[in-house]
């Protein structure tokens, strides 16, 4: 079994910054791309920003130079340092993570979410 945990969120100024964290845990033998998620009621979840075991990012448009991918892999966290923020950017934040398991089993975790309340 494998799980992923975000934490972080949080309420913070139109202008202000966070970082999210997402760890992974369990019987992983290797972790493939690593996403951040977000989704306001009433609509569908989009993609904010992944990254690949190589370190190769992408951005929606809407976050790009505000909000930066990294990964440890070392330790199987992915974090999202968000600077910048708009209110617009208000929503639950979602970790995703494409993991290979133990007996080459394939994994497509999220985890529970997090809430970015950004105020004007």
């Known amino acids: 079994q494998v799980q992923v945990v975000e934490s972080g969120g949080g309420l913070v100024q139109a202008g202000g910054s966070l970082r999210l964290s997402c760890a992974a845990s369990?019987?992983?033998?290797?972790?493939?791309?690593m996403a951040w998620y977000r989704q306001v009621p009433g609509k569908q979840r989009e993609l904010v920003a992944s990254?690949?075991?190589?370190?190769?990012?992408n951005y929606a448009d809407s976050v790009k130079g505000r909000l930066t991918i990294s990964r440890d892999n070392a330790k199987n966290i992915v974090y999202l340092q968000m600077n910048s923020l708009k209110p617009e950017d208000t929503a639950v934040y979602y970790c995703?993570?494409?993991?290979?398991?133990?007996?080459?089993?394939?994994?497509?975790?999220w985890g529970q979410g997090t809430q970015v309340t950004v105020s004007s």
């Open positions: 995703n993570a494409k993991i290979l398991g133990w007996g080459s089993r394939l994994y497509d975790s």
């Open positions: 990254i690949t075991s190589g370190g190769s990012t």
């Open positions: 369990g019987t992983i033998a290797s972790i493939n791309a």
